[in-house]
């Protein structure tokens, strides 16, 4: 193990969740309430701000999405890639449910509540909107929260540096195929283009800035790049409470006229986190390996990067959309279904070792 791998790895078991993560639930409320009434209240400002595009990209928000975005990767070790061989089982276990289970489950759950279940409940010309953002939700797997997840469980920290890395790498490729096809299966068209050029916005050049940036920051010494996390890991969430505001903004009249609609998104949200979750734990545990493993593989299995699917979502569908709306309420539920998965996965460890044994 080279040195600077084995330090990141250390830093990220070392990472807790700050006061503004812990209770992002509460402020994605209030991001929705401050939303939904200054667009009524003040609509023209948000309008001029909706007309701000550039080949369908959204000016405004492409940049809160880069500020989002971009101090997340910059966690992202790819030096940690050569550890993927000292747990292969559970590396496979996570590729497994991130890229073969969880977006086909949530495409099914979707078809499923939202063009059937719930259908009357909802307005009819939104479901396939509502759809492709829960297909989107699913497609990336998490990026940054993850360290807090594996962080609260006692996960393996170089397990969890290196099945980061690796989902980063496959993203990078596998992302727009899959969503292409999810979304073409549900009979839903998206211009290809755009999705392209979604994944180049969000996911390359933000990778690629990223990786220089941390080059640049590790080049002055493991303790100037502790201080500049430290300094730009805030960045992330406010950006993202802005986004939300603006969408919000747009959102407001059809919040207002159906309340229930979050409600009805987070049904299939909720079942599939507690599903995968508990499928890569449960693999993980028939194929013998460590508790530690098991935790960081279930976890990121379950949570959402969030961030690149609100970016997709608004550049595909726009911000009055419905898959805008579902991705967000992904955001909404994520901070304590995925609290409530590291409690179940900490008091089970005597069940799962004795099993994994």
Not at 192 to 208: A, E, G, N
Request: hydrophobic share 60%; aromatic share 10%.
């Amino acid at each position: 193990m080279s040195a600077p791998c084995e330090t990141t790895a250390k830093r990220a078991a070392g990472a807790s969740m700050s006061v503004f993560e812990r209770y992002l639930t509460i402020w994605v409320f209030l991001c929705i309430l401050i939303g939904i009434v200054l667009g009524q209240a003040i609509p023209a400002p948000f309008q001029m701000l909706g007309k701000l595009e550039v080949a369908r990209v959204n000016l405004p928000v492409g940049l809160l999405i880069w500020i989002m975005i971009i101090p997340m990767l910059v966690k992202v070790d790819f030096g940690a890639l050569h550890e993927v061989k000292q747990h292969v089982r559970g590396i496979g276990v996570t590729l497994f449910v991130n890229w073969l289970v969880k977006p086909f489950s949530m495409a099914f759950l979707g078809w499923l509540f939202i063009r059937h279940l719930f259908a009357p409940l909802l307005p009819a010309e939104q479901l396939d909107s509502y759809i492709a953002g829960l297909i989107l939700l699913a497609a990336a797997p998490c990026t940054a929260m993850v360290f807090v997840w594996s962080r609260l469980s006692n996960g393996d920290p170089l397990f969890t540096l290196s099945q980061v890395a690796l989902n980063d790498t496959i993203m990078v490729f596998a992302f727009a195929p899959i969503v292409g096809l999810l979304l073409g299966i549900s009979a839903i068209i998206v211009p290809w283009d755009t999705l392209v050029t979604s994944v180049v916005l969000y996911i390359v050049i933000p990778l690629t800035l990223a990786q220089f940036w941390r080059k640049s920051l590790l080049a002055k010494g493991q303790a100037h790049f502790a201080a500049a996390m430290e300094k730009i890991g805030p960045w992330s969430i406010s950006a993202l409470l802005v986004t939300l505001v603006l969408l919000f903004a747009f959102q407001g009249k059809a919040i207002i006229e159906q309340p229930l609609v979050i409600a009805l998104l987070a049904a299939p949200i909720l079942i599939q986190v507690f599903f995968n979750s508990g499928l890569a734990y449960w693999l993980n545990r028939r194929v013998g390996e460590k508790h530690s493993v098991a935790c960081p593989s279930a976890l990121i299995g379950a949570s959402n990067f969030f961030e690149l699917a609100v970016a997709v979502a608004i550049s595909l569908f726009g911000f009055e959309s419905g898959a805008a709306l579902a991705t967000v309420v992904g955001v909404l539920v994520e901070v304590p279904v995925m609290l409530l998965v590291v409690r179940v996965v900490n008091a089970s460890k005597g069940w799962y070792e004795r099993g994994a044994a």
